[in-house]
């Protein structure tokens, strides 16, 4: 069975350039959570969706970021432009008690 | 503000040993007690979880230590194995409209010499 799907594992951008990590949970979870991993800060939550809609974005560090969740199966976080101060490891996970939460691998993003 | 606060940072113990890593926690309103494992170039698994209705709670080598009055809690690992070796985070929620938001301690790194 297929855990949480993380697209791309690693990603290497300049400065300014938009990027976009890709998430597929896993199937029947409704609950799907961004997280950001830092030496300094730690585990991050950003936004968590329940049933798709977004119920909390407080974690959003600023509007450079986003995040949408389409449909049941697919989520993305994008960030607009990018910043080094952006570099970290980017986790997606799932759940559908919204305790037991999956991780997927996560997107390890560098910005020079 | 760290509602959840983790002990040690890291930690060394020897194979066949205890492993003992400590939180404290300020919300009493947190009702959820996991504890994740990550390995490097992984995300965390869920590793063992509580809740505050018991005091204990054992699963293999894994222990969670529970106690509400002190709002702190602690994983102990028996027989601590090279394979060990990793990062731990606790973690805390409480229910909030019927799903639960975690509150993840820094982590603490193990590691297991042979």
């Known amino acids: 069975d297929a855990g949480v799907i993380q697209s791309p594992r690693h990603e290497v951008t300049e400065m300014g350039q938009e990027v976009t990590l890709r998430c597929k949970p896993i199937s029947g979870h409704n609950s799907l959570f961004w997280y950001r991993q830092t030496m300094m800060r730690g585990l991050e939550l950003l936004i968590y969706f329940n049933n798709n809609v977004p119920i909390d974005d407080s974690g959003m560090p600023e509007d450079r970021f986003s995040a949408k969740m389409p449909n049941a199966s697919f989520s993305t976080l994008k960030i607009q432009p990018s910043e080094p101060r952006d570099s970290a490891v980017y986790f997606c996970?799932?759940?559908?008690?919204?305790?037991?939460?999956?991780f997927g691998p996560g997107t390890r993003l560098t910005v020079t | 503000q760290q509602q959840v606060k983790q002990s040690p940072q890291s930690l060394i113990v020897q194979k066949g040993g205890i492993s003992i890593i400590n939180c404290a926690y300020e919300?009493?309103?947190?009702?959820?007690f996991p504890w994740y494992q990550q390995f490097p170039g992984k995300g965390p698994a869920l590793l063992i979880a509580?809740?505050?209705?018991?005091s204990e709670k054992k699963e293999g080598r894994f222990t969670i230590s529970f106690n509400k009055s002190a709002k702190q809690f602690s994983l102990h690992i028996m027989d601590s194995q090279p394979g060990d070796s990793a990062t731990y985070f606790c973690?805390?929620?409480?229910?909030?409209?019927?799903?639960?938001?975690?509150?993840f301690g820094t982590g603490t790194r193990l590691l297991v010499s042979p």
């Open positions: 996970a799932s759940s559908f008690t919204g305790n037991e939460q999956y």
């Open positions: 973690a805390a929620s409480k229910k909030n409209t019927g799903f639960q938001k975690l509150v």
């Open positions: 509580i809740r505050p209705d018991v």
């Open positions: 919300n009493t309103a947190f009702d959820y």
